[in-house]
């Protein structure tokens, strides 16, 4: 079932027990029965009985050690989160899947207030949860707390980065964005008239975004969409700031997939060196 038809099928005692989890994530990897029951306003035995229907609808995650906790698992993550958007009135209907990655799903949707949009549902580290802490510096921290980051980080970028060529962002709930649909295609996906002017768009782009203090951290061609009206800069969890140690290694990296991908595709050579040097001047 996919998340739509997962919503379709919560009722107001299911959303109560959501809540609990929620509220009590940042505290438990699985929070315990006792406290989801309190939150809730439910007894205990129905919150269980209810916990394993939500379980058999791959919503939550139960387990039993010193006490039963439940958490939550991508789609009831995301389910949670798409519900939390409707509560504060900014989506009225969501649509197909537009796409999926490694860290994220995305559907189309609509809203009252902004108009065609498409939502962003972030799961970092699920399922492959220990090869993500492996490959980022994660601590601890369980996965649903970790996929709210991911789409936190990318809100904050992104409202930063307003009026530059990113898509407008609109909400943020659990590890789920709201943002403007824009209608391109990624760069690896077309052959371009004019490459030469769109690696300049692309450079003068993150100049502008370093000079608002945001580096992309894994800017490539699958997250640079083009259309006859120009670039637009895509996919910002991992974005960092010039308070990052090693922020320098990272716009470096950006520059050479950007440039590596034009020399490739199109033979264009460009002094690493020399683009960085712009990017970084005052």
């Known amino acids: 079932m996919e998340i739509i038809d997962r919503y379709k099928s919560m009722n107001k005692h299911k959303w109560r027990i959501m809540d609990g989890i929620f509220y009590y994530l940042w505290d438990y990897e699985f929070v315990p029965i006792e406290l989801i029951s309190k939150k809730a306003n439910?007894?205990?035995?129905?919150?269980?009985?209810?916990?394993?229907?939500?379980?058999?609808?791959?919503?939550?995650?139960?387990?039993?050690?010193?006490?039963?906790?439940?958490?939550?698992t991508f789609i009831g993550l995301s389910v949670?989160?798409?519900?939390?958007?409707?509560?504060?009135?900014?989506?009225?209907?969501?649509?197909?899947?537009?796409g999926?990655?490694?860290?994220?799903?995305?559907?189309?949707?609509?809203?009252?207030?902004?108009?065609?949009?498409?939502i962003k549902f972030h799961r970092v580290g699920y399922p492959s949860f220990k090869k993500v802490k492996e490959k980022r510096d994660y601590g601890t921290l369980h996965f649903s707390i970790l996929t709210i980051?991911?789409?936190?980080?990318?809100?904050n970028a992104l409202r930063k980065l307003t009026g530059l060529a990113v898509p407008k962002v609109y909400a943020w709930e659990g590890n789920a964005v709201l943002m403007e649909l824009i209608d391109?295609?990624?760069?690896?996906?077309?052959r371009l008239e004019n490459p030469e002017d769109v690696l300049e768009m692309i450079i003068d782009e993150t100049r502008a975004m370093f000079l608002r203090d945001v580096i992309h951290c894994?800017?490539?061609?699958?997250?640079?969409?083009?259309?006859?009206?120009g670039v637009w800069i895509i996919d910002f969890p991992q974005s960092i700031t010039k308070e990052h140690?090693?922020?320098?290694?990272?716009?470096?990296?950006?520059?050479?997939?950007?440039?590596?991908?034009?020399?490739?595709?199109?033979?264009?050579?460009?002094?690493?060196?020399?683009?960085?040097?712009?990017?970084?001047?005052?």
């Open 42 to 72: 439910l007894n205990v035995g129905k919150v269980e009985s209810i916990l394993r229907e939500l379980s058999d609808e791959k919503m939550v995650e139960n387990k039993t050690t010193e006490y039963l906790g439940s958490t939550f």
């Open 218 to 229: 894994d800017l490539s061609q699958y997250n640079i969409l083009v259309n006859p009206e």
């Open 184 to 190: 391109a295609k990624e760069l690896f996906r077309v």
């Open 80 to 98: 949670y989160s798409l519900h939390r958007l409707v509560r504060r009135g900014k989506i009225d209907m969501i649509g197909k899947k537009m």
């Open 245 to 282: 140690e090693n922020w320098e290694w990272f716009l470096r990296r950006d520059v050479e997939n950007v440039l590596n991908y034009f020399r490739k595709t199109y033979g264009i050579e460009k002094d690493i060196n020399e683009v960085i040097k712009y990017i970084r001047k005052e």
């Open 149 to 155: 980051r991911s789409a936190r980080n990318e809100y």
């Open 100 to 118: 999926e990655g490694k860290e994220s799903v995305v559907y189309n949707c609509y809203s009252e207030k902004y108009g065609e949009c498409v």
